[in-house]
């Protein structure tokens, strides 16, 4: 299986400050075939159940705002939120659907 | 509007069984396929596995970990997938999430129901 590991577990961020999450893969995700990163990242808030936020590494889903940002290929990739909100205080998971079972990497906790 | 949303959770002693339902509105059933996920109190996201579409063929995937104990169907004319849970263990307590499958891809998991809480004790 392909191991996610995310850094740092937790992270705290002040109001309109950028936060940095990253995520790297045991195995490149990148397929050659039509060169996409097969990882995606979502966001957990307290008692709610995850939201898919980016796609294909860098994509993101309609209604995500775009203070969200996605870059990285192959084994490492990051989660950009670019000025931090109240609302954003979760946890971020990444995951790779590159191969079957799909994997996630264990969460980082963002707080304000 | 996409929802999906899971029942059948409760409290059940160590080795029985249980089945979990969802229900999904908002697009057309037959043609997703459907995944499931569990989340352990204070854990990760596990993956249990999904059931594809009926033009893929309908056929399930699983998570090692379950594969002998649980079993995913689906009754598209109801517009209802199953999580079916035997020999239930306390290391099952967890959130259980229905959740679709993206088009885009297998494994991308696109619109997840609000859970459903499964507690294994006796």
């Known amino acids: 299986d392909i191991v996610m590991t995310q850094s740092p577990d937790s992270l705290a961020v002040s109001l309109g400050e950028r936060a940095t999450v990253n995520c790297k893969s045991s195995?490149?995700?990148?397929?050659?075939?039509?060169?996409?990163?097969?990882l995606a990242w979502y966001q957990q808030k307290p008692g709610q159940a995850p939201k898919l936020l980016i796609s294909?590494?860098?994509t993101r889903e309609s209604g995500v705002p775009d203070r969200f940002s996605g870059s990285g290929s192959a084994t490492d990739f990051t989660l950009t939120i670019s000025s931090l909100q109240a609302e954003d205080v979760a946890l971020y998971y990444c995951?790779?659907?590159?191969?079957?079972?799909?994997?996630f990497g264990q969460g980082t906790r963002l707080e304000i | 509007e996409v929802q999906l949303v899971e029942s059948g959770g409760g409290l059940v002693q160590p080795g029985r069984s249980l089945r979990l339902s969802c229900s999904p509105s908002?697009?057309?059933?037959?043609?997703?396929?459907v995944g499931w996920f569990r989340q352990a109190p204070g854990k990760g996201l596990e993956w249990l596995g999904f059931i594809r579409s009926k033009t893929y063929g309908g056929a399930p995937e699983y998570a090692a970990s379950v594969k002998d104990r649980f079993t995913i169907s689906r009754d598209d004319s109801k517009s209802i997938a199953f999580l079916q849970m035997n020999s239930l263990k306390s290391e099952d307590t967890a959130i259980y999430y229905c959740?679709?499958?993206?088009?885009?891809?297998?494994?991308?998991?696109?619109?997840w129901g609000q859970g459903t809480l499964v507690t294994v004790s006796s």
């Open positions: 294909w590494a860098s």
């Open positions: 995951q790779q659907y590159y191969a079957t079972p799909t994997t």
């Open positions: 908002g697009f057309t059933f037959g043609d997703y396929a």
């Open positions: 959740t679709r499958v993206s088009s885009v891809a297998t494994d991308l998991y696109d619109y």
């Open positions: 195995q490149s995700v990148l397929y050659s075939s039509n060169n996409k990163n097969y």
